[in-house]
Every structure is written in C-alpha cells, then in structure tokens.
C-alpha cells in the first residue's frame, strides 16, 4: 500500500509503531467487543477513570454499558493460568467523562497487560515497553516512577483510619505538602516522613541515598530491594535520564500495590501513559495471579507535531457538464502525474486552500 | 537554555499583589504596571511571561497548559477539582468558605435542607460527609438574597469580613474550609520545566515564610 505520509495523524503513527513494539516481545492482540455488562463496572466503581458510564438495554433486557475502560475486560475474559503468563496489547476506544468535565468522549487508546504468575523481570519489562512506546512518540519524554507499597508502609505506620488516609493520599498526589502538614497536625501524627517522601523527586542516582534512609522497616527495605532491582535494569537499558522517581504518584491503593508511573512528553500538559501493578483489583476479582499493566492514551496526540497544512488540495480543476468524461479523466491523470493530488469540481468551492487551479479548453487542461 | 515559564495571574486586587511578590522574587516585568491594553507581559531575562485571566479560569489555563503556572484560590481548586500540582500556600487573599443563614435560623433536621450557593460541588461534599439531603440552588451572585427572600434555608459563599451578611441580618452559622491564595502548577510543566519552576516556588516560598515570622511577632 502507498500513500503520502502526510495524511496519517500523529495519534495514527503512533497505534502502528506501538502495535509492531508489543508483538515484537511477543505480546499478543486482544480483541474485544464495544459492550460489556454494565455489573463489571459497578463492582469496581472505583478502579475507572470516572464513575460515568454510557449504558442501555439489549434486546434481552440486560444492562450493557460502552466499554469505559479495558483492563477490566481482559481480566475477565483471560483465565487463572497457574504458573503461566499471558501478554496481550490491545488498541481499542473507550467512552468516559473527563476529570471536571461531564460530557462524554470517546478515547482512543492502547496498551498492554501481563497476567499470571509474574515476577521481577515481567514488571521491569512492561516498564520498559512504557519507556519505548514513549520513545517512539518523541525523544522528549519523562517517566515518572513511584512504588505503592513504600507509599502505602509510610502511611501504615502512621495509623490513620482510611478516611484521613485518602485525603492524605490526594495531597501527596497534589504534591500539596501544605495540606499534608495540616492534616498530620489535626492528627497530631508527625508528617515528617510523608513529607520527606513526597518531596523525593529526581534521577535514580540523585534520590536513592535519601529513599534508603527513609525506608527503615523490614517491609520497606524489602520492597526497596526490589525497586531498586527494577530501576537498577531500566538505567542499565539506558533511559537513566528518562526515569523520574516521583513519589506524589498514587493511584487507587485499593487497586494497585509495586511499581506506578506516569509518562509525560514535552508539549503535552497532562500524562499521556499511565499504568502499574495491580494484584490487588485481582484478588477483587478472585483471582490469585497477579498482574501489571499500561495505558497509552493516543487522542492527546492529535494535535502533537502536526505542521498544519499548507494546502488542501494540490490542484482543483473545474469541468463543465458537457465535458466528456474520457477527457475529464484524461486530464485528471496527466495532473497526477507528479503524485498530486487533484479536486475535480463545477466551482471552485469556498473554504478550500488550493495551489493552483485548472479548467479545461479544448481536451486539454489550462491554468486559470 | 532558558525556558520562559508562563503564569497565569488572577485579575483584580489579588493579582496585583501575587505580581509584586514575583517582583520581590526577582521576576518582574515592569511593562505590566502600566495602563495598556495588552494581554501577555514577558520579561526574557528574567524567563517569565505573565498574563492576567478571570480568576476562576486560572485553574483551566494551568491544568491544559496555556500557562505553566498560576495563582488561584483554593475555593476554585475545591471546586472544579483540576488535575494540577498545587505548590505552595502562598497566605494572601485569606478568607473561608462558609455556612451562612438568617440571624434566627434554626436547623429542622426533618425537612431536606435548601441551600443556595456559586460552590456546589463543596456544599455537596460537605452535606455528603454528614449524611444530609440536600436541594443545592446554584446561583451566580447575590447568595445572600437567597435565604432573605425564602429561595433557601442556607448559603454556602466565601465571606471575607462578614460584613456583608451583618448588613443583611444573616451570620456564618459554621466554616466548612479556610481559603486562600495557592500556587498552582501544570504536571508536565514541573516535569520539563522542572528547574526554572522551583526557583520561582522557593523564592516566593521564602517570602510566605518571612511574612508568617513578622506576624508572630
């Protein structure tokens, strides 16, 4: 197939570079119907983006809703698998509300899920594909990179009841360390811990001698062991200069546990990658595997790189109705000849930006 | 290289004020004090560009972008909730967020509660948290009308002095939340934008803490 590289959008490059990236470690596409029962959602209310749903009744009287959200689906529709490990990618269009904003939209995205008996190398892998589909958009792009469990252990130990700890986890999330300070004082908790682990933000190299003083209990030095076995991997494969560990990343802690992350390109005002480790929405499900995954969200970059054009048409030719067609066609092939493209109309329409415009005279074609 | 960083600054007294703790801070833009009618200010040594939007749409211009960041009032980031960092408490434009009602007001707990206010995803999320049923009356100005005319029992507003309700025979019957002027940031301009962003944070940080001393004096 040939065509002109200009007429695919950055958000289309993107779907085809990231497809042959996932399949060639050996991830496999993953097909899904556009419906879905709306029971999935509500069970796990709280693991979608936004509560809102689009739902609506199927000749049989059963409630479906237009998929919000993909991870939930292929959960359901893949089996414990013991020992095994299954990776899938898919991309597909969801339909949510925004954050702030209730009208609907439909997102266009696409990732990647590992499920099954997983271990330190899957995670550090799935990273890494974050990493790479980053890259193939651009080489201006950061990881941001947290781990809940260090996150969720500080917080323990601070024995807040879970009311206190979701607003302390907004604002870690906020980085709002004001608040943090405000509450831990309502608390009367010391909120120099959190505070401390909130602010650690930078290079591996540059933050790991403060996190390892931070992390004090068997627990923690543990699930620092294995962060830092993961980052250890991802500086060696060369992106220490994409990796930032940022420790304001929290996602639903009910959902997710082990490594989060958020990619970010420059130009772009809000993350256009996120995923992490979710075993905890698997036991919710009743299931004993444990998985990781990521989510590439493709609409942010229809308006990426994209020079705007400088004509619509390369050409428009204007015919008479008693022109014959063998000759109308005659003189569309001999403008095509330098790959242009060409407009055929009675009049030259409005709105249209054009290079040149021809009629015809006499069989041939003439510059008007 | 430099990057500018673009701030989105509130219109109105506030703005004005946050602008000179920018000065203070070493980013200033003299052209900005004076009487025109442009829109965008830039001082390129300094590596900042101010520009001055409805304070309620601070919010907006930092979470999508426009400006790397801004000045905004807790009651807006309360409210509309924007995906953004939100830096540095910066003390100026102190105020609450409050419950007001007519000075002989009592609460029927029977009878849902009519309440009339411009916030209300806070007075829902601060009925939500006790339980109460609600009928919320979004209004755009003039609340304090609301319960004078019988249009609600209670107004959920900002109030400042208080004198405003006094004038009106009505009393804050309770706070639901302090506000004040914040510092916010859009997430991925921290991200590129990482240095030139905390300078700015750290200068004016250092001038909330110096304020905060000479008041305990």
């Known amino acids: 197939m040939n065509f002109q590289s200009d007429i695919i959008r950055g958000d289309e490059k993107a779907v085809f570079s990231l497809r042959s990236l996932y399949s060639s470690f050996g991830f496999k596409q993953f097909r899904m119907s556009k419906f879905e029962e709306y029971d999935l959602y509500v069970k796990n209310k709280d693991f979608l983006v936004s509560n809102e749903v689009i739902t609506f ?32 990618y898919y991309d597909e269009n969801v339909y949510r509300t925004t954050k702030g904003n209730k009208e609907f939209r439909e997102i266009m995205q696409t990732g990647l899920e590992c499920i099954g008996n997983i ?59 004001d608040e943090i300070k405000k509450i831990c004082a309502e608390e009367k908790i010391d909120a120099d811990r959190i505070v401390s682990l909130v602010t650690i933000n930078g290079k591996y ?54 490594v989060v992350f958020q990619g970010y390109v420059n130009k772009i005002p809000s993350s256009i990658l996120s995923g992490g480790q979710y075993d905890n929405l698997m036991l919710k499900m009743n299931r004993k595997d444990k998985a990781i995954g990521f989510a590439v969200y ?38 095509k000849k330098e790959n242009s493209s060409v407009l055929v109309q009675n009049e030259i329409p409005e709105n249209i930006k054009y290079r040149k415009a021809f009629k015809i005279t006499a069989e041939r074609v003439e510059e008007i | ?94 105020c609450r967020m409050a419950v007001a009602a007519h000075k002989d007001f009592r609460d029927d707990t029977d009878k849902t509660l009519r309440v009339a206010t411009k916030f209300v995803n806070i007075a829902k999320t601060f009925y939500g948290e006790k339980c109460r049923d609600i009928d919320i009356i979004k209004l755009n100005g003039s609340i304090e009308l609301a319960p004078i ?57 250092l001038q909330v803490e110096e304020k905060k001393s000479k008041d305990d004096k």
């Open chain 1, 57 to 88: 009744t199927d000749g049989s009287g059963k409630l479906l809703a237009l998929k919000p959200d993909v991870t939930l689906s292929i959960i359901k529709n893949s089996k414990d698998c013991g020992e095994k490990i299954q990776k899938v």
């Open chain 1, 119 to 177: 271990g330190t190398y899957e995670v550090a892998e799935v990273v890494l594909l974050a990493l790479k589909s980053l890259e193939e958009i651009t080489d201006d792009f950061i990881l941001d990179i947290s781990y809940m469990d260090i996150i969720l252990s500080v917080l323990s130990d601070a024995g807040l009841d879970s009311q206190q700890n979701q607003k302390i986890l907004k604002a870690i999330g906020e980085k709002n360390t």
């Open chain 1, 205 to 258: 190299e540059n933050v790991i001698e403060k996190l390892e003083k931070l992390c004090v209990t068997y627990n923690e030095k543990a699930h620092l062991k294995t962060f830092k076995e993961i980052l250890t991997f991802l500086c060696d494969s060369g992106y220490a200069d994409k990796i930032n560990i940022d420790f304001s990343i929290v996602n639903n802690m009910n959902y997710y546990n082990g």
């Open chain 1, 298 to 335: 493709l609409d942010l970059l229809q308006r990426f790189n994209n020079t705007d054009k400088e004509y619509d048409v390369d050409y428009v030719l204007l015919k008479n109705d008693t022109d014959d067609i063998f000759v109308i066609s005659k003189c569309v092939s001999e403008l």
């Open chain 2, 1 to 94: 290289m430099k990057q500018i960083v673009n701030v989105a600054l509130p219109k109105g007294r506030l703005g004005e004020k946050v602008y000179d703790m920018f000065e203070k801070a070493g980013y200033s833009c003299p052209s900005i004090k004076e009487n025109t009618r442009k829109l965008i200010f830039e001082n390129e040594e300094t590596g900042v560009r101010f520009f001055w939007v409805k304070p309620s749409d601070v919010a907006i211009y930092v979470e999508r972008g426009a400006a790397d960041i801004g000045v905004a009032g807790k009651d807006i980031l309360l409210e509309y909730e924007p995906d953004v960092y939100e830096m540095l408490d910066l003390d100026l434009g102190k």
């Open chain 2, 149 to 205: 005319l019988g249009l609600s029992d209670v107004i959920v507003d900002i109030v400042e002095t208080g004198k405003t309700l006094i004038e009106n025979n009505l009393e804050p019957i309770e706070t639901i939340v302090p506000i004040s002027a914040r510092l916010i940031s859009n997430k991925a301009s921290l991200k590129f934008k990482n240095e030139e962003i905390n300078n700015i944070k750290n200068a004016l940080a």
